[in-house]
């Protein structure tokens, strides 16, 4: 199954520099090697997110890697760089034969321009409307940086001010992103929010317990 896996990779190492060379520098190609997370980044081009070989894989690549093989494609979506790039996205993922998910390919196309020219004219022919805000996306090609990112996003109140049912809601969508599918990743949110390992992964477990319940304390 490894060789299987191994080949399909191989195969599509250059259609990754095909997509990003017919759509020129707005386009960005990143081939993805789920089963080494804090390096996933196999074949890179475009330097969109300015990510390398051998770099971390996303937040979205997280997500997905959390919802293992009942993950599916996201097409088409809107997200925005920490630069202020907005792109839109497709991630495809990589399933062996018996559709086990193990990778993927993901293009990024940068559409910053287009939509500034689109709400200029909406403003022109006086019909623009305030767009909704894509998300800020963390891309980096260190694994530890990106989980950083993630943290921050999730921290508006200081830990010692949450209460129990805070501090579970904090691990619940931590969870939910992605953060927990990688190593170390654990120590580095326990660091973070100053408590111990063992206290952080009994956060987990029973943030994990809550969501499988459906309760909320």
């Known amino acids: 199954?490894?060789?299987?896996?191994?080949?399909?990779?191989?195969?599509?190492?250059?259609?990754?520099?095909?997509?990003?060379?017919?759509?020129?520098?707005?386009c960005e190609a990143v081939l993805h090697d789920y089963r080494r997370p804090e390096h996933s980044v196999v074949a890179v081009a475009g330097s969109l997110t300015g990510r390398t070989v051998g770099g971390a894989m996303?937040?979205?690549?997280?997500?997905?890697?959390?919802?293992?093989?009942?993950?599916?494609?996201?097409?088409?979506?809107?997200?925005?760089?920490?630069?202020?790039?907005?792109?839109k996205s497709s991630t495809m993922l990589l399933r062996d034969s018996s559709g086990q998910v193990f990778g993927a390919l993901c293009v990024n196309v940068d559409v910053t321009a287009a939509s500034e020219v689109h709400a200029l004219l909406g403003a022109l022919a006086g019909t623009a409307t305030a767009p909704?805000?894509?998300?800020?996306?963390?891309?980096?090609?260190?694994?530890?940086s990106v989980v950083?990112?993630?943290?921050?996003?999730?921290?508006?109140?200081?830990?010692?001010?949450?209460?129990?049912?805070?501090?579970?809601?904090?691990?619940?969508?931590?969870?939910?992103?992605?953060?927990?599918?990688v190593r170390r990743a654990i120590e580095q949110v326990a660091g973070r929010l100053g408590?111990?390992?063992?206290?952080?992964?009994?956060?987990?477990?029973?943030?994990?317990?809550?969501?499988?319940?459906?309760?909320h304390s």
């Open 58 to 87: 996303s937040e979205i690549g997280m997500r997905m890697l959390t919802r293992g093989d009942e993950a599916a494609d996201e097409l088409n979506y809107i997200t925005r760089t920490d630069t202020g790039r907005l792109l």
């Open 132 to 144: 909704a805000e894509p998300p800020v996306t963390a891309f980096g090609d260190d694994i530890d």
């Open 148 to 181: 950083d990112v993630m943290l921050d996003a999730h921290r508006h109140q200081s830990w010692a001010l949450l209460d129990r049912a805070g501090r579970l809601d904090l691990f619940r969508s931590l969870d939910e992103r992605g953060v927990f599918a």
């Open 195 to 215: 408590i111990s390992r063992a206290s952080a992964y009994s956060y987990l477990s029973q943030s994990r317990k809550q969501a499988n319940t459906g309760g």
């Open 1 to 26: 199954m490894e060789a299987e896996r191994d080949a399909i990779i191989a195969a599509l190492t250059p259609v990754v520099d095909g997509i990003a060379a017919t759509f020129g520098p707005v």
